[in-house]
């Protein structure tokens, strides 16, 4: 089925100007961006998006490097977005994803990862709705 998910191009990929090369590999993977916005994340927006690591030890680091610079938040929509957003992606650490991912061939370290994209169709739908309202979105 057709269903959507939610992209972020992190900071050290919009440092880097790769906003243009990220999401011409999300459309080679036939994802369309259905909605698109660079903003600047407010410590609100990155403690609150990445709530559910809370507690993990990485969780300030990676709220300060999301307020680093400039992010992309993106909707993606394309036959089973999620699954293909994940695979196009790469595995989360660099060193561990396949060649001709985004994070293979583009992302710096675990953390500088380049590409957030949703894990699942709920939380596609959570994430969408933290960053959009319904008229931003069209398909
Ligand atoms: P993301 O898919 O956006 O979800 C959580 C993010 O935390 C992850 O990508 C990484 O950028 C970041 N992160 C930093 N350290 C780790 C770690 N050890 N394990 C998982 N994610 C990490």
């Known amino acids: 089925a057709v269903t959507r998910t939610f992209s972020i191009i992190k900071p050290d990929a919009t440092r880097r100007n790769l906003t243009g090369a990220v999401t011409k590999m999300l459309e080679e993977a036939g994802l369309r961006v259905v909605a698109s916005k660079r903003i600047r994340m407010t410590k609100e927006q990155a403690e609150g998006f990445y709530g559910v690591h809370r507690e993990r030890p990485f969780f300030n680091d990676l709220v300060t490097f999301m307020m680093s610079g400039p ?16 695979d196009v992606m790469g595995a989360t650490n660099p060193a561990n994803a396949e060649p001709g991912t985004i994070r293979k061939e583009l992302a710096e370290s675990i953390e500088a990862n380049s590409v957030h994209g949703s894990d699942s169709d709920e939380n596609a739908a959570t994430e969408i709705a933290f960053f959009f309202k319904p008229e931003e979105i069209v398909g």
């Open 71 to 86: 992010v992309v938040v993106q909707v993606l929509e394309g036959e089973d977005a999620v699954k293909r957003n994940r």
